[in-house]
């Protein structure tokens, strides 16, 4: 499903003495299928941006159209359940939401919210469990009993369980281990490429953003600041730096590399076995 | 190494309804101005440690000893004085309307006479560099503003030793940056002892020794370059080696001569300046 956001501006608390401008003159267009990652720092507008990605804010300017919905600013909208079940939001902590008194009950919820019946519901509940890596045993448990990785787990079962066209994810691994780190974003990749699920990723990791994504789409003070693949985004890594941002710990070393040993590299590495072998060739060049 | 400020000794805690020991018989010290990282995997019985050593839950067996003393119920009080804590969620942690309120919580609890009350505020509000924000109120704060202000409640009571559970957690990179360069200035200045409970091996890197929690028991201790050495078998314990051992470790597989496995980029990169010059 396609989401597409043209001069989309919003503004909190408008008409008020408190109207605050967090985003403006945004346009972007997120083809079905691809995986996006979305960076920048805390106020930049990433979050108040996600929520529109399933029409839980409307733009106060502009338009965005969501599959064959459009939204446009200053119109009543009804009937938004078909986009809010088509666009899934894994929100940042989402364990913070479970409030079931046994995981089934949890993850049934959405999909019944939404008509699913019960046994379908059921059904989806042990699939969405077996995603995300954990035993049917715990089904029966309250989900408060659990540990803080096995929550997340959980949560992120209830929104997979509605089987939505596209997955937004919101710092979805924070607070986890490193493993579980992992374990969590190549399960998320899994499912981007074998449903063909479009994935939006919203994140600080540039490890994650250069390692997953199709685009970077990198916002700044309320607007879309730059996009490009990782390699373009990555390739002017000053840039970043400039607005304060990080880059990818391989290409800050090269830059440290660059600048300490007088070597050049002509592309930015972005895993470090790519960097370990440009480093060799660096040096052995160095030799000649 | 300083003199033993906390000492645990055979140390057993399990949750109501659990089979499993979240910490089961752990014996460890922690000295004098020291930073000491524990790492381990989710639910390996790190934050129970915490929790432990600040006396919100008393071990079923085995003694903790505060300068000496045994924690006790009867105890808690007078530990507690001197072990601060830090948390995850910054704003779970917010108690007053303003800043210098919520400084002069913990403070009023203990009885401190106003005069001095208002000094040790302003002092502690100094040294986390938040002494412009005094009457903010907490929600106009970034995530790593809220934990500097949280840091610096517990500077206020004059602690022998903070505790940093995962307090970086949910802070984005630079309200990390922020909190840990805080603690560190602390630290070098006032031999405050710092215990950090986390995740980012790149922080743990930093710390003086690290403590590598596997459900529920003490796998290893010992200072940063040793522990990264187990390299692979951290991976295996669910955790992860930095980004400049893993790097070290490819180029020594690429043939480049490194002397060892470096903890730091800078490290690295010197002896890689070192390489380049001879070749």
Redesign the interface.
């Known amino acids: 499903m396609r989401i597409t956001l043209q001069d989309v501006e919003y503004r909190y608390q408008i008409n008020t003495p408190f109207e605050h401008l967090a985003l403006h003159d945004v346009n972007m267009d997120i083809v079905s299928g691809s995986y996006t990652a979305i960076i920048g720092h805390t106020g930049s507008g990433k979050s108040t941006l996600l929520q529109h990605l399933n029409a839980l804010l409307k733009p106060t300017k502009g338009s965005i159209t969501i599959g064959d919905r459009t939204i446009e600013s200053g119109r009543k909208e009804k009937h938004l359940r078909a986009i809010r079940r088509s666009v899934g939001i894994v929100f940042q902590f989402p364990e913070h939401q479970l409030f079931e008194e046994t995981v089934e009950k949890d993850i049934c919820f959405g999909p019944m919210n939404f008509g699913v019946s019960e046994k379908d519901a059921k059904d989806r509940a042990r699939k969405a469990l077996e995603q995300v890596g954990m035993d049917e045993e715990i089904l029966e448990k309250s989900p408060f009993d659990l540990s803080g990785g096995q929550m997340r787990r959980v949560a992120i079962a209830g929104v997979l369980a509605m089987e939505p066209d596209v997955l937004v994810l919101d710092e979805p691994t924070a607070g986890l281990d490193p493993r579980g780190r992992m374990e969590i974003m190549d399960m998320f990749y899994q499912l981007h490429k074998e449903r063909g699920i479009s994935t939006i990723l919203v994140t600080h990791s540039m490890e994650d953003a250069a390692r997953y994504a199709d685009e970077i789409i990198i916002m700044h003070q309320g607007t879309v600041f730059k996009k490009g693949t990782p390699f373009d985004i990555f390739s002017q890594p000053e840039q970043l730096l400039e607005l304060g941002l990080d880059v990818p710990d391989t290409v800050r070393f090269q830059l440290k590399l660059q600048k300490e040993l007088g070597v050049r590299f002509d592309r930015p590495c972005l895993s470090i076995e790519d960097l370990a072998t440009e480093v060799k060739k660096a040096m052995e060049r160095g030799n000649r | 190494m300083g003199k033993k400020l906390v000492s645990l000794e055979n140390i057993a805690f399990k949750y109501e ?1 659990q089979s499993r020991h979240a910490v089961d018989h752990v014996s460890f010290d922690i000295y004098e101005g020291e930073w000491l990282a524990i790492v ?4 390996s019985g790190k934050s129970t440690l915490a929790k432990l050593l600040n006396g919100l839950q008393f071990p079923q067996a085995g003694t903790i000893l505060v300068n000496g003393k045994e924690l006790t119920e009867e105890t808690v009080w007078e530990a507690r004085s001197k072990i601060g804590m830090v948390f ?1 969620n910054p704003d779970n942690q917010f108690v007053g309307a303003t800043v210098q309120d919520d400084v002069a919580f913990g403070l009023e609890n203990a009885g401190i006479p106003l005069p001095e009350m208002v000094q040790r505020v302003q002092n502690a509000l100094n040294k986390v560099k938040m002494e412009s924000f005094l009457n903010q109120e907490p929600h106009h704060l ?2 790593g503003q809220k934990q500097r202000v949280a840091i610096a409640g517990v500077l206020a009571l004059q602690p022998d030793l903070i505790i940093l559970d ?1 307090a970086t ?2 802070l ?4 990390r940056e922020e909190v840990l360069e805080t603690v560190r200035e602390l630290k070098e200045e006032n031999l405050l002892t710092v215990i950090s409970i986390t ?1 980012d ?1 790149e922080e743990a890197a930093k710390a003086d020794r690290m403590i590598v929690m596997n459900e529920g028991k003490l796998y290893r201790q010992g200072i940063p370059t040793d522990i990264f050495q187990m390299e692979g078998e951290l ?1 295996e314990l ?3 080696i930095p ?2 051992v ?2 070290s470790k ?2 020594k ?4 001569g490194l002397i060892k496995s470096h903890l730091t ?1 800078e490290e690295l ?1 010197r002896e ?2 070192e ?2 010059s001879k ?1």
């Open positions: 309804g381990g995997h989710n639910g995850q970034s995530g995962e957690s949910m984005d990179p630079r309200g995740h091996l991976i669910g955790l992860d980004f400049s893993k790097l490819e180029l597989e690429r043939g480049i980029e990169v890689l300046c390489l380049h070749m």
